[in-house]
Nanobody, 127 residues
Framework: QVQLEESGGGLVQAGNSLRLSCAASGRTSNFYAMGWFRQAPGKEREFVASLKLNSGTQEYADSVKGRFTISRATAANTVYLVMNSLNPEDTAVYYC????????????????????WGQGTQVTVSS
């Protein structure tokens, strides 16, 4: 059984920052990558960022590159998403996800590559 729990969402003014956390529990030893996706109102869920757990390789959507950073806590099964220079277009429900597909078999940017998902945390950016 795997559980992912996001936290850290909230309401923030444009230009400010937030840090989201994703705490994983259960059979986390099978994870090869963790990722963040988001879904804005009326839109489909989209890729935000991913992290290969062994190599530390990061991937980002073009819309967040240079503003968002995905990282992993060394002492816990926790992944962070630091979001800087937020703008209203970043308003969405943010989902944490994990993949048990080994490197080489996944791009870690597509939703179907992630088999485990959290419930999501709302991020609202006001102008």
């Amino acid at each position: 059984q795997v559980q992912l729990e996001e936290s850290g969402g909230g309401l923030v003014q444009a230009g400010n920052s937030l840090r989201l956390s994703c705490a994983a529990s259960g059979r986390t030893s099978n994870f090869y990558a963790m990722g963040w996706f988001r879904q804005a109102p009326g839109k489909e869920r989209e890729f935000v960022a991913s992290l290969k757990l062994n190599s530390g390789t990061q991937e980002y959507a073009d819309s967040v590159k240079g503003r968002f950073t995905i990282s992993r806590a060394t002492a816990a099964n926790t992944v962070y998403l630091v979001m800087n220079s937020l703008n209203p277009e970043d308003t969405a429900v943010y989902y944490c996800a994990s993949s048990d597909l080994p490197p080489g078999s996944a791009w870690y940017r597509l939703q179907h590559e992630f088999g485990y998902w959290g419930q999501g945390t709302q991020v609202t950016v006001s102008s």
